[in-house]
């Protein structure tokens, strides 16, 4: 009887085991997505402020090849601000799984 009792125990921990295990890899995807919104929200609100600055600044002929140069550099600093963000967030995960 005993031991029928510690192999259902066992078997329930085991069930609650693999549930978290579960959860923990939607919570990795969840933030992955998450991660995946954020540089789209970053590489738009770089192209709309940029595109805001020259409309701010110039007279109506605007020069389309300087505005796209303007785009692409913001994007690279964005592109390097987010990945000194992800670096930090592995950092925070790392140090939180050890």
Do not use: C, F
Not at 8 to 34: A, P, W
Not at 62 to 86: G, I, N, P, S, T
Request: no cysteine.
């Amino acid at each position: 009887k005993n031991e029928k009792e510690l192999q259902d125990v066992v078997k329930q921990q085991e069930e609650k085991m693999l549930q978290l295990i579960d959860k923990s890899g939607e919570v990795t995807r969840l933030k992955g997505e998450v991660s995946q919104l954020k540089r789209s929200l970053q590489r738009a609100e770089t192209e709309a402020k940029v595109l805001w600055e020259e409309m701010r600044g110039q007279e109506p002929k605007v020069d389309a090849a300087h505005v796209q140069e303007r785009v692409l550099l913001r994007q690279e600093v964005d592109k390097l601000r987010l990945l000194l963000l992800e670096k930090e967030d592995e950092t925070l995960l790392l140090s939180d799984k050890y």
